[in-house]
């Protein structure tokens, strides 16, 4: 078999349960004296504490949101200029990781951060070290060059090297209190990331052997992290699952699923991972083809349609939504449009146009 490809991982990843309580070691280690802190509400009362503990983090960002906004990068780059932080911990799920890295990338910039977002000014030469620490199992956040943000109704992918985290803090610990439906929703959003790196354009061999991995530890930990969240066996596999599928997607990056989700988010405001799920194993079925089948046995499945009836009955088990009547009024000449104009389209190896796309949904009516 001819082989032809290249693969790169920069990130430094420490794995295993209790590896965030040796923060200050991994900051002696790179050599770090002033960090900022971007977290979500639940975190930040933590954040504050650690602040309080050790005097190298110099401020906190708790207001980070679900879907996170370009005002929490204003705010977290304000704080880190003005504490001339040398480093951005990201805590949390994508959204405080994404908060994180587009902070970090711009605080030594001159430019505002619309300039950045909007791509009329190139990202400086120069940023903050950037440290990834995931508490959901699901974004991979912390080994990808991505991040998504949000500004008024609009929201972006920026894709660009200067977001690389310098280290991912990967605790399955800090999933343990993840309430059960943001457990399958990022859990879906992991099985979607290994999946569309599978089949994406660009999948390449070593990505596809993390990408079957993952795969294979969702089926068999998910349904039991969702109904036993205090499970410490099923929260470890979906920490380390989630981390596969990031590394699995990081350079092929996703398809047609990711590019559905945006207008469901947008229009129809479901969380990222539900959006990601909701075409799921609609495109399992219309992706279905050797290698698919292939990735099915080795994670003990018999086809791809027991891979799409999987993943149904996980949406199902947790009610999240998967028909458009569960969305209201649907405007779908406009859902298929905005689905098929967005890039990640091109990604999936079967084309689909408008036409393609309105009729999968109406499938799903």
């Given at each position: 078999?001819?082989?032809?490809?290249?693969?790169?991982?920069?990130?430094?990843?420490?794995?295993?349960?209790?590896?965030?309580?040796?923060?200050?070691?991994?900051?002696?280690?790179?050599?770090?004296?002033?960090?900022?802190?971007?977290?979500?509400?639940?975190?930040?009362?933590?954040?504050?504490?650690?602040?309080?503990?050790?005097?190298?983090?110099?401020?906190?960002?708790?207001?980070?949101?679900?879907?996170?906004?370009?005002?929490?990068?204003?705010?977290?780059?304000?704080?880190?200029?003005?504490?001339?932080?040398?480093?951005?911990?990201?805590?949390?799920?994508?959204?405080?990781?994404?908060?994180?890295?587009?902070?970090?990338?711009?605080?030594?910039?001159?430019?505002?951060?619309?300039?950045?977002?909007?791509?009329?000014?190139?990202?400086?030469?120069?940023?903050?070290?950037?440290?990834?620490?995931?508490?959901?199992?699901?974004?991979?956040?912390?080994?990808?060059?991505?991040?998504?943000?949000?500004?008024?109704?609009?929201?972006?992918?920026i894709n660009n090297p200067v977001f690389m985290p310098k280290v991912a803090i990967v605790d399955p610990v800090l999933s343990s209190t993840v309430p059960p439906r943001t457990t399958m929703n990022t859990g879906l959003d992991a099985m979607a990331h290994a999946l569309e790196g599978y089949w994406s354009k660009n999948h390449q061999p070593i990505s596809d052997l993390m990408a079957i991995e993952a795969v294979r530890l969702i089926l068999a930990n998910l349904e039991t992290a969702y109904t036993d969240g205090?499970?410490?066996?099923?929260?470890?596999?979906?920490?380390?699952?989630?981390?596969?599928?990031?590394?699995?997607?990081?350079?092929?990056?996703?398809?047609?699923?990711?590019?559905?989700?945006?207008?469901?988010?947008?229009?129809?405001?479901?969380?990222?991972?539900?959006?990601?799920?909701?075409?799921?194993?609609?495109?399992?079925?219309?992706?279905?083809?050797?290698?698919?089948?292939?990735?099915?046995?080795?994670?003990?499945?018999?086809?791809?349609?027991?891979?799409?009836?999987?993943?149904?009955?996980?949406?199902?088990?947790?009610?999240?939504?998967?028909?458009?009547?569960?969305?209201?009024?649907?405007?779908?000449?406009?859902?298929?449009?905005?689905?098929?104009?967005?890039?990640?389209?091109?990604?999936?190896?079967?084309?689909?146009?408008?036409?393609?796309?309105?009729?999968?949904?109406?499938?799903?009516?």
């Amino acid at each position: 078999m001819a082989l032809d490809f290249v693969y790169s991982q920069p990130v430094k990843i420490y794995f295993g349960e209790g590896t965030f309580a040796k923060l200050g070691e991994i900051l002696d280690e790179l050599g770090l004296q002033r960090c900022v802190i971007a977290c979500g509400r639940h975190f930040a009362p933590t954040a504050q504490a650690m602040m309080e503990q050790d005097a190298r983090i110099t401020a906190v960002f708790g207001g980070v949101e679900q879907n996170p906004q370009l005002s929490g990068v204003i705010e977290t780059t304000r704080l880190a200029r003005e504490t001339k932080a040398d480093a951005v911990i990201g805590v949390g799920g994508g959204s405080s990781i994404d908060t994180a890295k587009f902070a970090a990338a711009i605080a030594l910039g001159d430019g505002e951060a619309l300039e950045y977002y909007r791509g009329e000014k190139p990202f400086p030469a120069e940023r903050l070290t950037i440290i990834a620490v995931p508490t959901t199992a699901g974004t991979g956040s912390e080994v990808t060059q991505v991040s998504v943000v949000s500004h008024n109704t609009e929201k972006r992918t920026i894709n660009n090297p200067v977001f690389m985290p310098k280290v991912a803090i990967v605790d399955p610990v800090l999933s343990s209190t993840v309430p059960p439906r943001t457990t399958m929703n990022t859990g879906l959003d992991a099985m979607a990331h290994a999946l569309e790196g599978y089949w994406s354009k660009n999948h390449q061999p070593i990505s596809d052997l993390m990408a079957i991995e993952a795969v294979r530890l969702i089926l068999a930990n998910l349904e039991t992290a969702y109904t036993d969240g205090a499970n410490m066996e099923a929260r470890a596999n979906m920490a380390y699952a989630s981390l596969l599928g990031g590394l699995s997607f990081a350079l092929p990056k996703t398809a047609a699923c990711h590019a559905c989700s945006y207008p469901l988010s947008e229009d129809y405001h479901l969380p990222h991972g539900e959006a990601c799920a909701f075409t799921l194993d609609s495109f399992v079925r219309i992706n279905a083809d050797e290698r698919l089948e292939l990735l099915c046995r080795r994670v003990g499945l018999a086809g791809t349609e027991e891979l799409a009836q999987k993943i149904a009955e996980l949406k199902k088990l947790a009610s999240l939504r998967s028909r458009l009547s569960d969305l209201g009024e649907v405007d779908l000449d406009k859902l298929a449009h905005d689905c098929a104009v967005h890039g990640l389209m091109a990604n999936n190896p079967v084309k689909m146009d408008e036409a393609a796309l309105r009729a999968m949904f109406e499938k799903l009516a």
